[in-house]
């Protein structure tokens, strides 16, 4: 029994370092993404900047969609390792993924907020764009 429970601890083992991986590559784009975003809202208001505003949109929506991925795998590897925490009676292995696990999840939360608040700055830019279009036609 213990054997399998160590087979399946290493496969839980990959997953976080493969999904530790993937995230620190998702956080350079999160960063650019923001970036990108405060660039625009102090940009000229023009057709250009209109098209990189959407398609930034664009961005921030998929990208959110592979965090919120990457969270619901997290919760599962939490749930997994909480129930090998109790089969291995608090096993020292098990403690230092779990922690993480955890690490990873705070610092995807933390490219969200980041994300959010690029998605604000965009809204807010559109928002600018849509005022500058109706005095062109006043």
Partial sequence: MLNLLQIDFNALTIKCDIISREIQDWRSVCLDITENAKWLISAETNISTYHL????????????GVVIRHRRAIEELVDRCSDFSRMLLQHDYTRVLLKKI?????????MMRNLGEAQISL?????????HEMSLYL
Avoid: A, T, V
């Avoid at 809204?123 to 005022?131: A, C, E, P, T, V």
């Fill in 53 to 64: 505003c959407r398609n930034k949109q664009e961005e921030i929506f998929n990208f959110l």
């Fill in 102 to 110: 955890l690490e990873e999840e705070l610092l995807l939360l933390d």
């Fill in 123 to 131: 809204l807010q830019y559109d928002n600018k764009l849509k005022l």
